[in-house]
């Protein structure tokens, strides 16, 4: 639940990035520390798993300040993508305002993608939250791969035609912006 603090007018909101291993979550997250001002976000803080390197779990306070009278703080975290972490996965949502899904639009993982999306589905409902209302973004990534799935194609594909779509490809920050903003979006619109 995002928190609103009256007398302080703040709200505060939590985004996660979900998505299938090697999607580009940590690379959004890095692009995003790269190009907000250091006063305006805490740091970026990954974990590495010591035994496996492709492991992270990344963390990202940022200050948006004022949106209309009021002084807005997001903070986004990544979840790891590899099957066996879903017990975290499933914490991580718990406090989840909202999710920006990062696909990866390479053709050997379409079927990753829609196992990570059919799981984020179940754990959202694992973790109390109500599937229908709770606010999603689909970001398809990796958009510079020639080979890259038609944008139908990968919506189809995740059964998620009425999820907001963002194209991007996080190595040049192109569309990352865009997604965390639709974010904000679907969020605020629920409160
Ligand atoms: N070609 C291409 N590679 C990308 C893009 N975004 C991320 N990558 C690469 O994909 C790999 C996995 O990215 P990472 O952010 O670690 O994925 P995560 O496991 O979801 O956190 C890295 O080698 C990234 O450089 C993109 O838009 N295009
Ligand atoms: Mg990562």
Sequence with gaps: MALIDLPARTVRARIVYYGPAFG???????????RVP????????????????????????LDLGDVGGWRVRVHLSSVPGQ?????????????ADGVVFVADSAPARQEANAESFTELRRNLAAA???????????????????DSVPLAELQVALD???VPLVSSVATTGEGVFEALRAA????????
Aim: hydrophobic share 40%; proline share 4%.
């Design 128 to 146: 109390g939250q109500d599937t229908a209302r709770f606010p999603v973004v689909l970001q398809a990534n990796k958009r510079d791969l020639p």
């Design 83 to 95: 099957a066996r972490f879903e017990r975290t996965r499933i914490a991580v949502l718990q406090g």
């Design 24 to 34: 580009g979550k940590t690379t959004n997250l890095r692009q995003i520390a790269a």
């Design 160 to 162: 998620a035609a009425e």
């Design 38 to 61: 250091s006063d305006a976000r805490g740091n970026l803080s990954s974990l590495e798993g010591d035994d496996d390197r492709t492991l992270f779990l990344d963390d990202l306070p």
């Design 184 to 191: 904000c979006r679907s969020v605020a619109a629920v409160l």
